[in-house]
């Protein structure tokens, strides 16, 4: 108990630490106007080098360590408000409800929008419009979809402002104490951790559960309170709110992929209330559904879920649900396969096929 006190002290001391490191960023970023500004006076380097794919070196000051150690997590925090788009890096601010776009989007985006790496916001637009190249990928199409609801870059609207923001709220600069409690060690956190996360995760299929259960993922929703233009009724289904828990289970979509999980796993009949149900779920010891089977399950049906969900928005393809679990199934079974040799897996694929 001891211990876990002094771990749970020493962990809230580098918290602390942390919070001081984010005060710094905060400080440069508002005397260089945006981090990748900062970037290009600290290192004057060529512009086409990343600000997030640089790697640490031995001769970086201590605070320029500081700020590469911390940028991931500084960039929850910084929120850009777009006035006439001459500070804002199109890419590397956090000028959308979908976060940094080259995060969003990938590195091959300033390749496939044709829409240079070192691009300022109100370079990418004209008085025509925005002017990028057609989508190639879901995450593009979403920043199309986000674009055509906002207005360009205009002189007329001033300067591009940039705020801390913590959980939705904007302080006046940076809050020290509320940037501390949002980042401070909370007792449940290894509860979901473990929930969340297992040996032998399909990748795709873990980040998205990951981004899920932050409840993170660009729901029509979430787009809809960042003030995105759109109706934020569930496509599956045209009944309710696309809330994350809406989307990915109560929906009648969700509902009959859950329930054919169900049966295939010989379970009574499952019925998730919110996200804490799932969760509960997921962390049950059964000698039918081991804790390893159900997230594997869980991850693939998410997953699945979330990519229809943008098939329908995107591309208008509407698949039935029934065939999108021949699909899951099938996922279930290679990923079992391909994993057969680890020790968490050896049962799974005869517990799956009963
Ligand atoms: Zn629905």
Redesign the pocket.
Known sequence: MEQDEGGLGIRRFATWNRTLCLRLIWLLFTTSGSLWVAWHKHHNRSSTTSFWNQTEKASDSWNWKCILRLRCLAQNFISCTIGDGRKASFWFDNWTPLGPLIKYIGMEGPRSLRVPLNAKVCEVSNHDGWNIADPRSDPALDLHVYLTSIDKPSASKGQDTFDWVVDGNVCAGFSSSSTWSALRPRANAVDWYRSVWFKGATPKHAFTMWIANLDRLPTKSRLFRWGMNIDP????????V?TRD??LL?????KFLWNAVSTRLQLSHLSFQNWEDLLSWLRIKHDRSPPTLRKLVAHSVIYAIWKQRNNLLHNNTAVLPSVIFKHIDKEIKNSITARRLKKSFKNLMSLWLH
């Open positions: 009724t569930c496509g599956l289904c045209s009944l309710q696309e809406h989307l109560s929906c009648d979509f969700a």
